[in-house]
Every structure is written in structure tokens, then in C-alpha cells.
């Protein structure tokens, strides 16, 4: 049991040295230097049925500083409002064009077509993925993330959106991203860390350079994944190119999910790709993070029960650094601290929807998402 302990508060230190480091790298490189040169971008906006949300953010890239880019939608065979709004904004100004796809063709994802099909009919040098509820809220944004592509040679730049809740269970889980994104990986070393299992980026915001997106295949090379981003980023470390993730809080946000089914199925759809659809590395995955977030709850109750004074007083040091960790976290993200405080029903939330993901991989082989079945991959 005393391994355990020490264990969990190694861990626990581990992770709050690691969140420090990233906030102070993260804050740094908000930095930027403005641009004399201005090379082309393509914005690739892949949208299915996504009227309740493309027109804002269209409204958002249109108010960009930048001039010299092209925004490309690529509609996703839409069964609403979504084309419509699109054209106003295609006759409206000539950088706009919209593509639409009537077929989707066999072992591609949907969302992966759309982007491909994005790509062969852009010019840019920059190629910048993008999704239909990103909200683009400075009109500095693209060209801090062209800046820092060349500062930084990079291949691959990814923002970590502000993360917009509304709702009760959004405030409850959501947040957990964020924390994971920044407390268990050093960032600074996501660009020289050579193993491809050291890679990830966030969807919301993927720009490359073209030429290396042409090189790794881009999103075809990736067809039938699920999770592109965490799969572009691999491919990415696979060909030796350089990866960064950035703070893109004052740049770019996202309201992922606007109910808790919403949230759920989302969330379970994407889950156990981000595993690389292993059992293994779910179940090694949630155990760890049961130990060390979980069991200290588990062992105050305990230690009450037993009594055990000496198990209080641990399991009540390790708690502490846990709420230390996830208040850092949800005060540098902007989350709403009241909802700090009922940490473990997002931890119990989140190993939920794990297990789920798993459970419907095992059973289905894939999931619902956007009225349409998503196998997982066979490799």
C-alpha cells in the first residue's frame, strides 16, 4: 500500500511540474512576429449538415487581416441549409468556393473525403483544416500560425481552441481535455520527440505545409480513420517532420458538443481511435488514471470507514494535489471553477465514455456518427 502512495503523489508531482513547464511554454510562444510576406492559404472547411454553425464561422475567417488565402467548403453530402448558406458567401466574394460531393466513396470517412477533395482543388502553399463550429475570434489568426511555421520550420501547427461550455455535463467534462492536452506531455518536446506515438494535434485547427501534406498523403493516406487528427499528426512524425501545439485561446474556439448525447457519442466515436483501437492500451490507459485520480477518493472514504487516521491523512494530501492540478488547469483554460470542485464525477464521466468506445468497437466494429455507420479500421 505505501508503493501505492508513493506512487499516486510521484505521479501527482510528475504531472503538476509538467503543467507549470507547459503554461510558461505555452505563454511564451504567444509571441509572434508579423509578416512582410504574406504566402497563399487554402482554408479547407469540411461540413455535413452544419447550418446551425457554418455561417459563423465563415463570419470569422471573412474578418481575417490576411488577404492572400482561399476559402474552400467542401459540403459533405448536407441534407440541410448548409449549401445554401454557403453560396451567399461564394457570390458575395471570390476567395470563397464551395464543392459539393454527391458520393462518398467506399473505405473513406466522410469527413476525410471532404478534405481530400479540399486539397486538390486548393493553391495555397499553406493548407489550413479547419471545422465547421470553429469560431475564428481574432483577426490576427492566421497569420500568427504562418508566423510560427516559419519560426518554427514546422510541418504541422495545431491551437488548442478555447473551449466553450453551456450546459451542466459539457462543464463537467469537457475541461478534461484540456487538462489532459496540457498536464501529461511536455509540449515542448512534441516537435523533437521522434516516435510517432508521441504525436498528436487537435482537429479543429491542422495547418500544413503543402508540399509535406502531398508528401504524407494527407487525409487519403488516413482515409478510412476516425480520428484524423491524432493520425495526421503520426504520419506526420513518421515522414521527420516537425509538429508544434500551441495556445490558440485568444485565436480560435469551439463549442464541441451542445447536449450530453451529443457529447457522449461523440466522444465514444472518437475515443478508442485515439488508443489506436488496442484493448490494451485502453485498459492500461483508465487503470492508470484510476490509480492515480481515482483511488485516492476511494481510500479517504476508507480510511473514514476503517477509521484509519494515517490513510486520511495521505489520501487527503494526494486529493489536495489533485484539485491543485485541476484548478491550475481549469483557471488557465478559462473553465467555470465550480465545477472544479466535482472533479470525480468527470473522472468517472470520462472512464465511461472510454469503456463505452470500446464496448461498441468490440460488439458493432464501429459507430453512429452524423446518420452514418463508421467502421473501425482493419489493419
Same mark, same amino acid.
Given at each position: 500500500?505505501?508503493?501505492?502512495?508513493?506512487?499516486?503523489?510521484?505521479?501527482?508531482?510528475?504531472?503538476?511540474?509538467?503543467?507549470?513547464?507547459?503554461?510558461?511554454?505555452?505563454?511564451?510562444?504567444?509571441?509572434?512576429?508579423?509578416?512582410?510576406?504574406?504566402?497563399?492559404?487554402?482554408?479547407?472547411?469540411?461540413?455535413?449538415?452544419?447550418?446551425?454553425?457554418?455561417?459563423?464561422?465563415?463570419?470569422?475567417?471573412?474578418?481575417?487581416?490576411?488577404?492572400?488565402?482561399?476559402?474552400?467548403?467542401?459540403?459533405?453530402?448536407?441534407?440541410?441549409?448548409?449549401?445554401?448558406?454557403?453560396?451567399?458567401?461564394?457570390?458575395?466574394?471570390?476567395?470563397?468556393?464551395?464543392?459539393?460531393?454527391?458520393?462518398?466513396?467506399?473505405?473513406?470517412?466522410?469527413?476525410?473525403?471532404?478534405?481530400?477533395?479540399?486539397?486538390?482543388?486548393?493553391?495555397?502553399?499553406?493548407?489550413?483544416?479547419?471545422?465547421?463550429?470553429?469560431?475564428?475570434?481574432?483577426?490576427?489568426?492566421?497569420?500568427?500560425?504562418?508566423?510560427?511555421?516559419?519560426?518554427?520550420?514546422?510541418?504541422?501547427?495545431?491551437?488548442?481552441?478555447?473551449?466553450?461550455?453551456?450546459?451542466?455535463?459539457?462543464?463537467? !467534462?469537457? #475541461?478534461?481535455? @484540456?487538462?489532459?492536452? +496540457? %498536464? /501529461?506531455?511536455?509540449?515542448? =518536446?512534441?516537435?523533437?520527440? *521522434?516516435?510517432?506515438?508521441?504525436?498528436?494535434?487537435?482537429?479543429?485547427?491542422?495547418?500544413?505545409?503543402?508540399?509535406?501534406?502531398?508528401?504524407?498523403?494527407?487525409?487519403?493516406?488516413?482515409?478510412?480513420?476516425?480520428?484524423?487528427?491524432?493520425?495526421?499528426?503520426?504520419?506526420?512524425?513518421?515522414?521527420?517532420?516537425?509538429?508544434?501545439?500551441?495556445?490558440?485561446?485568444?485565436?480560435?474556439?469551439?463549442?464541441?458538443?451542445?447536449?450530453?448525447?451529443?457529447?457522449?457519442?461523440?466522444?465514444?466515436?472518437?475515443?478508442?481511435?485515439?488508443?489506436?483501437?488496442?484493448?490494451?492500451?485502453?485498459?492500461?490507459?483508465?487503470?492508470?488514471?484510476?490509480?492515480?485520480?481515482?483511488?485516492?477518493?476511494?481510500?479517504?472514504?476508507?480510511?473514514? !470507514?476503517? #477509521?484509519?487516521? @494515517?490513510?486520511?491523512? +495521505? %489520501? /487527503?494530501?494526494?486529493?489536495? =494535489?489533485?484539485?491543485?492540478? *485541476?484548478?491550475?488547469?481549469?483557471?488557465?483554460?478559462?473553465?467555470?471553477?465550480?465545477?472544479?470542485?466535482?472533479?470525480?464525477?468527470?473522472?468517472?464521466?470520462?472512464?465511461?465514455?472510454?469503456?463505452?468506445?470500446?464496448?461498441?468497437?468490440?460488439?458493432?466494429?464501429?459507430?453512429?456518427?452524423?446518420?452514418?455507420?463508421?467502421?473501425?479500421?482493419?489493419?
Amino acid at each position: 500500500m505505501e508503493m501505492i502512495h508513493f506512487f499516486i503523489i510521484f505521479a501527482l508531482i510528475a504531472f503538476l511540474i509538467i503543467l507549470i513547464n507547459n503554461i510558461f511554454y505555452l505563454e511564451d510562444e504567444k509571441g509572434y512576429t508579423p509578416l512582410k510576406e504574406k504566402s497563399r492559404v487554402s482554408i479547407i472547411v469540411p461540413a455535413r449538415n452544419e447550418e446551425q454553425n457554418i455561417e459563423d464561422c465563415l463570419e470569422g475567417i471573412l474578418k481575417q487581416n490576411y488577404e492572400n488565402l482561399e476559402v474552400i467548403v467542401v459540403d459533405d453530402e448536407s441534407e440541410d441549409e448548409t449549401v445554401e448558406i454557403v453560396k451567399k458567401y461564394v457570390n458575395r466574394d471570390d476567395r470563397f468556393k464551395l464543392i459539393v460531393t454527391d458520393f462518398l466513396p467506399e473505405g473513406w470517412m466522410g469527413k476525410n473525403y471532404a478534405c481530400w477533395k479540399g486539397f486538390e482543388n486548393s493553391k495555397g502553399k499553406y493548407l489550413l483544416f479547419t471545422d465547421a463550429d470553429t469560431r475564428f475570434i481574432n483577426i490576427k489568426t492566421v497569420e500568427y500560425a504562418i508566423s510560427k511555421m516559419k519560426e518554427k520550420n514546422l510541418q504541422l501547427l495545431s491551437l488548442l481552441p478555447k473551449i466553450e461550455t453551456k450546459s451542466f455535463w459539457e462543464k463537467i !467534462f469537457m #475541461p478534461l481535455w @484540456s487538462f489532459a492536452f +496540457i %498536464s /501529461f506531455f511536455p509540449l515542448k =518536446l512534441l516537435s523533437s520527440w *521522434k516516435k510517432k506515438a508521441v504525436s498528436f494535434a487537435i482537429g479543429p485547427f491542422l495547418m500544413f505545409k503543402k508540399d509535406f501534406y502531398e508528401k504524407i498523403e494527407g487525409h487519403k493516406g488516413i482515409k478510412d480513420e476516425i480520428v484524423d487528427d491524432i493520425f495526421l499528426a503520426r504520419k506526420t512524425k513518421e515522414k521527420e517532420g516537425k509538429i508544434a501545439l500551441f495556445d490558440g485561446k485568444d485565436f480560435i474556439k469551439v463549442r464541441f458538443y451542445k447536449n450530453y448525447n451529443e457529447m457522449k457519442r461523440g466522444t465514444v466515436k472518437s475515443a478508442f481511435g485515439a488508443f489506436s483501437y488496442s484493448y490494451k492500451n485502453v485498459f492500461l490507459f483508465l487503470t492508470l488514471f484510476f490509480i492515480i485520480f481515482g483511488l485516492p477518493f476511494l481510500n479517504l472514504a476508507r480510511g473514514f !470507514f476503517i #477509521p484509519s487516521a @494515517s490513510l486520511v491523512k +495521505i %489520501s /487527503f494530501l494526494e486529493i489536495s =494535489l489533485i484539485y491543485l492540478l *485541476k484548478f491550475i488547469s481549469d483557471c488557465y483554460n478559462s473553465h467555470d471553477l465550480k465545477y472544479t470542485l466535482l472533479f470525480p464525477l468527470s473522472l468517472l464521466t470520462g472512464i465511461y465514455f472510454c469503456l463505452l468506445s470500446a464496448k461498441e468497437a468490440f460488439l458493432k466494429g464501429g459507430y453512429i456518427w452524423k446518420e452514418r455507420f463508421c467502421n473501425i479500421p482493419r489493419n
